[in-house]
């Protein structure tokens, strides 16, 4: 499974966008992109996934570059609730490896 | 509906002592997994199950056992533990592996002395 990059730490502006990017270069034409979040020390939490075409739940947005090779995860209208640490991930697709490898993640710290 | 539940939620053991971490679903998903997470970092796979009765090493499955007897729980064993199993452990389950979002519980907090 391709290795991901993210910034280690963020701030955001409560009612703001929150853009949170991840570098993925070595991505393979199947892997999937996966963003997850922890929000402190509880059990990580799903967010939003996708493979070539933007993304949209109601939760956040994902844009994947056209290469592929990056991304960024949208909370369009950040609250003090959405600070956690975010983990960008990304894995094959069934049958191929079972195992999401997780980075560090990015701590997003959103202030009043 | 509970999703995933984690039982205990914090213990602490000395070493060469064993003990059994509980996990069940609710959801009737086919796929579990054992993570453990240490300060600052992410979460590490140790062991995971596609079924009942199936079980398969993950990255750091050394000094762990699990079982899948039932398909809604899933159990991790330490034999006889040690100072460098303190971690928090997770568990999780899936509809399918790929493209499904993980459920996780909410975790164990595990200190060995």
Redesign the interface.
Known sequence: DAKTTQPTSMDCAEGRAANLPCNHSTISGNE?V?W?RQIH??????II?GLKNNETNEMASLIITEDRKSSTLILPHATLRDTAVY?CIV??????N????????TKLIIKP | NAG?TQTPKFRVLKTGQSMTLLCAQDMNHE?M?WYRQDP??????IH?S?GEGTT?K??VPDGYNVSRLKKQNFLLGLESAAPSQTS?Y?C?SSY????Y???????TRLTVV
């Open positions: 999937y996966y997850y020390s509880q059990g990580p939490q799903y996934h983990y894995r094959a697709p069934p049958d191929s079972y195992q999401l490898i997780w980075g560090a993640g | 995933v796929y997994y600052g970092m992410g979460l590490r796979l995971y596609v398969a993950g990255e928090v997770f999780a399918g592996t790929g493209v979002g993980y459920t996780f519980g909410s975790g």
